[in-house]
């Protein structure tokens, strides 16, 4: 199984709500990412997995929560959102590299892909 | 900061012809992907060249890496109809898992 699934495909959330991204991959892989994509413009990390722990915050607004609760899933928790992080939220994964210094060595795997519109 | 700035923007071409990519980046690398995207889709990866390559081939698609330019192209031969996407080239720079992602080329093949 090669896949990167995301649930919802389509989110519409006013301001006040609470929502959630879910993301899954049963490929064994430990990194798994969280991207938001504008359109026309390319995907932008906001945060990395790692071996279940994070790794990496672009530093993005506490509006955005992100967790990993096992090696299989990860949630983008979402509260207080503004108009202008509507965006197609992207999930991805990828074999963890063994030495950390040797950058991203691997292909990442990507899900189609939640358009999130916030009113 | 965006790492690599892909030209042209946008690319438009008859089913037959070959197509070329170009991204340029900033920094020192350990290995440049080039990813496609379908219309509002997630991004499929295409092919990987580290740093210490300077060629690779993966079917149809052609990439090249110049560290000394900074520089990398894709080339696409016998396009088709199919092949209408957008392409990122994405840098791999330090430690950790981070990837950067270029500005990206809109290709449009028309039959």
């Known amino acids: 199984d090669t896949e990167v699934t995301q649930t919802p495909k389509h989110l519409v959330m006013g301001m006040t709500n609470k929502k959630s991204l879910k993301c899954e991959q049963h490929m064994g892989h430990r990194a798994m990412y969280w991207y938001k994509q504008k359109a026309k413009k390319p995907p932008e990390l906001m945060f990395v997995y790692s071996y279940e722990k994070l790794s990496i915050n672009e530093s993005v607004p506490s509006r955005f929560s992100p967790e990993c609760p096992n090696s299989s899933l990860l949630n983008l928790h979402l509260h207080a959102l503004q108009p202008e992080d509507s965006a197609l939220y992207l999930c991805a994964s990828s074999q963890e590299s063994l030495r950390r210094s040797s950058g991203s060595r691997y292909e990442q795997f990507f899900g189609p892909g939640t358009r999130l519109t916030v009113l | 900061s965006q790492q690599g700035e892909e030209d042209p923007q946008a690319l438009s071409i008859q089913e037959g012809e070959n197509a070329t990519m170009n991204c340029s980046y900033k920094t020192s690398i350990n290995n440049l992907q080039w990813y496609r995207q379908n219309s509002g889709r997630g991004l499929v990866h295409l092919i990987l060249?580290?740093?210490?390559?300077r060629e690779k081939h993966s079917g149809r698609l052609r990439v090249t890496l110049d560290t000394s330019k900074k520089s990398s192209s894709l080339l696409i031969t016998a396009s088709r109809a199919a092949d209408t996407a957008s392409y990122f080239c994405?840098?791999?720079?330090?430690?950790?898992?981070?990837?950067?992602f270029g500005t990206g080329t809109q290709l449009k093949v028309e039959l």
């Open positions: 060249i580290r740093s210490n390559e």
């Open positions: 994405a840098t791999s720079t330090g430690g950790g898992n981070k990837l950067t």
